[in-house]
Nanobody
Framework: QVQLVESGGGSVPPSGSLRLSCATS????????MAWFRQAPGTDHREGVA?????????YYADSAKGRFAISQDNARNTVYLQMNNLKLEDTGTYYC??????????????????WGQGAQVTVSS
């Protein structure tokens, strides 16, 4: 059984920064596609923000995240990170880590991953 635990959420003003962490435990995951999704308040839609294929460090980003967010991994710590800079009001939401999806340009944003974390709240407000 794979467990994903997110941390690092919080409340920041516009233009602020946060770094989310997703720690993997339990069964060992081989090279796979891991991603961050967010769900805006009052919606049930999870939007793909960024993904990384852990075998090659290939990364993918939503247009809204390009130039502001960076996804990375630390294999030794079994952790994937999402560095978020220049945060905007519309970045507010619950951020979920996901594992074992399909890493391709058209597939990674679809919420078809085998494992999900419990979510971390990010609030951007002035």
């Amino acid at each position: 059984q794979v467990q994903l635990v997110e941390s690092g959420g919080g409340s920041v003003p516009p233009s602020g920064s946060l770094r989310l962490s997703c720690a993997t435990s339990g069964s060992t995951l081989g090279p796979n596609c891991m991603a961050w999704f967010r769900q805006a308040p009052g919606t049930d839609h999870r939007e793909g923000v960024a993904a990384i294929f852990t075998g090659t460090d290939t990364t993918y980003y939503a247009d809204s995240a390009k130039g502001r967010f960076a996804i990375s991994q630390d294999n030794a710590r079994n952790t994937v990170y999402l560095q978020m800079n220049n945060l905007k009001l519309e970045d507010t939401g619950t951020y979920y880590c996901a594992a074992e999806g399909l890493c391709s340009s058209g597939s990674w944003p679809r919420p078809l991953y085998n494992h999900w974390g419990q979510g971390a709240q990010v609030t951007v407000s002035s």
